[in-house]
Antibody, heavy 121, light 112 residues
Framework: QVHLVQSGAEVKKPGSSVKVSCKAS????????ISWVRQAPGRGLEWMGGIIPVFGTANYAQRFQGRVTITTDESTSTAYMELSSLRSEDTAVYYC??????????????WGQGTLVSVSS | DIVMTQSPDSLAVSLGERATINCKSS????????????LTWYQQKPGQPPKLLIYWASTRESGVPDRFSGSGSGTDFTLTISSLQAEDVAVYYC????????FGQGTKVEMK
């Protein structure tokens, strides 16, 4: 069974950056896409981007291009999402998720527990 | 980006009654090379990550009760809960992963 464990809650100042980790256990890490999805308080789900570790190149939602960087460390089966130039509107719970089907983006059936990032001066 | 629009934003349904949620995409999410609709339905309860319900528009995830069903193709999709149970109170999202990925705004299902 696949298990995703995310790093803990963060409190950040506007203009700074945050890096959230997502460590996978169970199953093969490199061939399944990891997506990052966020949810602002009381709001809907928003796909930020994703990566298939073996391919190495991340795909990003247009509105986050230039501000988000998604990477992986295959040696530790960990994915990272770094968001820069933080503003108050980035306050949200950030989720990582893994697809079931290999070598393709698609539906996510394994999710991390979520990481709350709060941005406040 | 492909825009996903769900309707209604919320609905209240009596126990045992049918709930129907619609999802419309701004362009087709049907991949003609494999005849699959790149459309997924998730259920989310407060404080929890989303839960996979339906993928490829109509394939029910293992363990999901058969009162949940998905239908549609191209740009118009529907999630149906045939007989609403108390545990189905949640927010439901459609998502396309055709190009690249976007979610609908969500539909809140409540008990009447």
């Amino acid at each position: 069974q696949v298990h995703l464990v995310q790093s803990g809650a963060e409190v950040k100042k506007p203009g700074s950056s945050v890096k959230v980790s997502c460590k996978a256990s169970g199953g093969t890490f490199s061939i399944y896409a990891i997506s990052w999805v966020r949810q602002a308080p009381g709001r809907g789900l928003e796909w930020m981007g994703g990566i298939i570790p073996v391919f190495g190149t991340a795909n990003y939602a247009q509105r986050f291009q230039g501000r988000v960087t998604i990477t992986t460390d295959e040696s530790t089966s960990t994915a990272y999402m770094e968001l820069s130039s933080l503003r108050s509107e980035d306050t949200a719970v950030y989720y990582c998720g893994r697809t079931r089907e290999s070598y393709t983006y698609g539906y996510v059936n394994f999710w991390g527990q979520g990481t709350l990032v709060s941005v406040s001066s | 980006d492909i825009v996903m629009t769900q309707s209604p934003d919320s609905l209240a349904v009596s126990l045992g009654e049918r709930a129907t949620i619609n999802c419309k995409s701004s362009q087709s999410v049907l991949n003609n090379s494999n005849n699959k609709n790149y459309l997924t339905w998730y259920q989310q309860k407060p404080g929890q990550p989303p839960k996979l319900l339906i993928y490829w528009a109509s394939t029910r995830e293992s363990g999901v009760p058969d009162r949940f069903s998905g239908s549609g193709s191209g740009t118009d999709f529907t999630l149906t809960i045939s007989s609403l149970q108390a545990e189905d109170v949640a927010v439901y999202y459609c998502q396309q992963h055709y190009s690249p990925q976007t979610f609908g705004q969500g539909t809140k299902v409540e008990m009447k």
